[in-house]
């Protein structure tokens, strides 16, 4: 089969690689529909974290069931699944606390950009469509893998309610779906920070009501002017850096909520300032799995469509363009045709 394989910072190839077949009895292999670059992908890719020997790349899929190992019962062949980026059983007390990427038995996935992939613990973290969706649908649910499935995290965490005032900090493709996440959730005014005019549009098709340019104290400074000098109730961080981190924790007000979701580079939290600023901080690697049944349903429904968020298209056998177009910022997020 085709697949992707990393070598160095900047050099990402297509390449023959081996099938994947059943290793363990509740594992599945699934023909990948469609795959993507996600931009935690551009940090081994940009050289900010190491890289080691040569290895597959890819965590966002969906497709169609074509083995199952012999513990898998509730899946068979020819079957449309979505699955998240960490796998879960499902019956661990992780799993049943809510956190499945936290399973006790979890595995990262790390090998979806490719045409066929092996997925562990396929019972727990597998989830079939009832009848197979059409093509249209295909990108909404493959963000629902990942992206989609992280900005909701990203707002639950912040604990965004009805008629709250919710910051979105990242215009990638989690921040974007962080604004649909946080409109579904009912927030009444969503501060989208962006300072790129494509994605600026984005964010007000999906929800946004204000738009943000400033960054660092100056943005922090525009946030509170916008909240009466208080801060948000609730504010997504969806980048990972330090300078993130710290606006999204002066943006909050005292008594609200940061969801951090980007996944931290040189990260430090000042545990007295957190302390005086009565401000509340959760994150962590999202647990898709939780939501991937009601995510699922609002995507077939055409109630969210957070598909738009994949403003290029290529053939897998590109894959490298892809990489190059997100890191340029040329693109969002680019989609992969097996």
Sequence with gaps: ??????????????ETLDDPKILHPADAVIRTAITCVCGSDLWPYRGAEPIGDPHPMGHEYVGFVEEVGSGVTSLRPGQFVVGSFATSDNTCANC???????????????????????IPNARGTLVATDEVPGEDSWPGLLTVSDVMGTGWWAADAAEVK???TAVVIGDGAVGLCGVIAAKEMGAERIIALSRHESRQKLAREFGATDIVTERGEEGVARIKEMTGGIGADSVLECVGTARA???????ARPGGNVGFVGVPH?????GQELFFSHVGLRGGPAPVRRYLPDLVDRVLAGRIDPGKVFDLTLPLAQVAEGYKAMDERRAVKTLLKP
Excluded: K, W, Y
Aim: net charge neutral.
């Design 96 to 118: 049943r606390n809510g956190f499945p990427s936290n399973c006790l038995n979890r595995e990262f996935m790390s090998t979806c950009q490719a045409e066929c992939v092996r």
């Design 162 to 164: 009805p008629g709250s």
């Design 1 to 14: 089969m085709r697949g992707t394989v990393i070598h160095a910072p900047g050099d990402v190839r297509s």
């Design 266 to 270: 040189d990260v430090t939290v000042d």
């Design 245 to 251: 981190m710290s606006q999204a924790l002066h943006s």
